[in-house]
């Protein structure tokens, strides 16, 4: 299938499409909606029942399922897939793998702009998981939905976390399970003070074993996409994401650099000296630094030259 090349060419190595940027790259307005959650919370399940109910009303809909991969192995197990069977051609769907330390891959944020240049009518990102730090789906998506399970633990910690701040729709799943309604009850009470240009984040319970309470999600997606719309929040989220992409691939591309550079024989001198005890990590690190900063000016100096040239 000719997307699924493109998106593995995105993923391989993404400059060699170069060319083909202002044909692949060149815009959409799909919905965006990033499915955040604990591991096990039931996301998978979730979007197979939201992927049936938007083919039925006639939606085409492009998932692309984010799976960590293991800090020893490397490997990510990619089931997502295994959950997700409402698939026809209307539909599209991905699994992405990403080191532990990115939530959000920025190849998959590529492939979520490629996906949107091809007009589905929704584009779902299922983010996997997150805390009281990993919070960056909320810049690349035009809706948050966070999706919760009761019978997790401690709940007063789950609900001052990080991700109880960045929900515009907030979904109590498994909803047949005991305290279910207990949750739902925390979760109202907690959120009630919070309040987006007009939109106050609803609570949705739902059961991704037979769907119950999915319209009733969708409609709230629905209703946020027109409120946002109406009141100028869309476009700001839309520009703030075309920021993170602009900012944020500089960065990896930075990274990058810098990695080759540490692996000259310039900087692992300077490395070595710390490691002998000549020279303090701090003042190894602010050399390495300059160094690096020099190389990017002077690119014969030491480092490569980066892609886009």
Known sequence: MAISK???????DPWALRSYFPKIFRGGDSVVIGITGSPGVGKSSLINHMIRALRARGDTVAVIAVDPASPYSGGAFLGN??????????????????PPEESIPWKAVLAMEFLSSLGYSYVIIEHPGAGQVNVKIMDFVDVVVVVLQPLTGDDIQALKA??????????VNKSDLPQAQILYMQLRMAIEDVERRGWRPPVIMTNSINGKGVE?????????????????????RRRRRRIAEVTGIAQVMLREEFARFTRGSIALEVINKCLRGEVDFLT????????????????????SNPKPD
């Not at 990080?162 to 979904?171: A, L, P």
């Not at 190894?284 to 480092?303: D, H, Q, V």
């Open 81 to 98: 897939r295994v959950r997700v069977r409402t698939l026809d051609e209307g539909t599209f769907f991905r699994s992405m793998s990403t």
């Open 162 to 171: 990080g991700i109880m701040e960045i929900g515009d729709i907030y979904v």
């Open 6 to 12: 493109v998106i593995t060419a995105i993923e391989e």
């Open 284 to 303: 190894a690190s602010e050399t390495l630094y300059r160094m690096f900063i020099k190389s990017i000016c002077n690119p014969a100096n030491g480092a």
């Open 216 to 236: 009733k999600l969708i409609e709230a997606i629905d209703s946020f996409i027109e409120h946002s719309s109406r009141s100028g929040l869309l476009s700001d």
